[in-house]
């Protein structure tokens, strides 16, 4: 089994090399082959997502990514910076339904910064579409305002559009995860204001005649946002558009107050999939060590689990990092008094030392 291992930015390719120490000694034969992507990619070959990257992607039977994204591309033009090299992958390679777990961890319970009978067990998995709505719809630009008050003046506009067959199928990815978890979806939308919000609406109930065991409540993305701050134990699967998800989810992450513990999937319609951190490329703290390779080696887990179909070596590499929690060995992002401040490399060592 191939495993395309493309490391990206800033605190990236330190956790990255963590997530294949760990992917190393499962005793499994994967072949892994590394290629630069986001601003590696633009300074190596001119562009973030170079056409071997892509190539080595699509060939692969899943990719691995780190994260994209430093100061020194933030003035590139739109088209050269290094996100996107993960919006084309996304496209390219058609992993049109995105898992974001957002799971707190008991040991870490004082990491969030709601109060503790708010969090404490919470369990929810966010799913986003991913390859459609305002962030692919077409036409979009600047463009000479063709009427109303501001007609004549430079204008910018974006698209939001979604067909049918796209809600269709990222409806059926949430009522499954659902049937597999606590039967419950929570469909987010603006239907109160937009066409497209009303269609997903109509659509996801359609969808739902087909899951009897399944719970489905539709909610409007402000209250969804409100709720999950004032009561987030109360969603169990949430499934929501492209925009909508970018915002819920990075929400939805800092509940735990660990999003350096937190990984994500995004898998086709055959589960193959890229597997990364919820976490970005934190160029701040880059080269400096002490970055969580957590949320990548956890990545790796969500890899075996779903595009590899080693569920087995999932669970090892999952309960090693509990135990790795309850050891209280702990990165800086979720240090507190009393426990065992380490590096990025010696988190990794940790978990190859849990696996036994
Ligand atoms: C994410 C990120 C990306 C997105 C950016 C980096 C393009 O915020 O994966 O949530 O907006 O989808
Ligand atoms: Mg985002």
Not at 131 to 153: L, S
Not at 158 to 172: K, L
């Amino acid at each position: 089994m191939k495993i395309a291992i493309l490391p990206g930015d800033g605190i990236g390719p330190e956790i990255m090399a963590q997530a294949v120490k760990v992917l190393n000694v499962l005793g499994e034969r994967f072949e892994l082959e590394s290629a630069d992507v986001g601003g590696a990619g633009y300074a190596a070959h001119g562009h973030p997502l170079p056409p071997a990257t892509l190539a080595l992607a699509k060939a692969a039977d899943a990719v691995l990514f780190g994260a994209v994204g430093d100061y020194q591309y933030d003035s590139l033009e739109r088209a050269l910076r290094p996100e996107q090299a993960i919006l084309g992958l996304r496209r390219e390679l058609g992993l049109f339904a995105n898992l974001r777990p957002a799971i707190l961890y008991p040991e870490l319970a004082g990491a969030s910064t709601l109060k503790p009978e708010v969090v404490s067990g919470l369990d929810i998995l966010i799913i986003r579409e991913l390859t459609g709505d305002i962030y692919f719809g077409k036409p979009r630009g600047v463009r000479e305002c063709p009427d109303g008050p501001f007609k004549g003046e430079r204008e910018g506009f974006d698209t939001m559009r979604y067909a049918e067959t796209e809600i269709r199928r990222i409806a059926h990815v949430a009522f499954q995860a659902a049937q597999k978890r606590g039967q419950r979806v929570t469909s987010v939308d603006k239907a109160n204001v937009l066409e497209t919000g009303q269609f997903w609406r109509d659509i996801v109930t359609d969808v739902h005649k087909e899951y009897a065991g399944v719970a489905l409540e539709h909610m409007y993305v402000d209250n969804a946002a409100m709720q999950l701050v004032r009561a987030p134990k109360k969603f169990d699967v949430m499934v929501t558009g492209n925009m909508f998800g970018d915002i819920l989810s990075d929400c939805a992450a800092m509940l735990t107050g660990s999003i350096g513990m937190l990984p994500s999937a995004s898998l086709d319609a055959n589960n193959k999939g890229l597997y990364e951190p919820s976490h970005g490329s934190a160029p701040d703290i880059a080269g400096k060590g002490i970055a969580n390779p957590l949320a990548t080696i956890l990545s790796a887990a969500m890899m075996l689990r779903f595009s590899l179909n080693k569920a087995e070596q999932a669970d090892r590499i999952e309960t090693a990092v509990k135990k790795v929690l309850a050891q209280g060995v702990r990165t800086g992002d979720i240090y507190e008094q009393g426990t065992h401040k380490v590096s990025t490399e010696e988190m990794g060592n940790a978990v190859v030392r849990a696996l036994g």
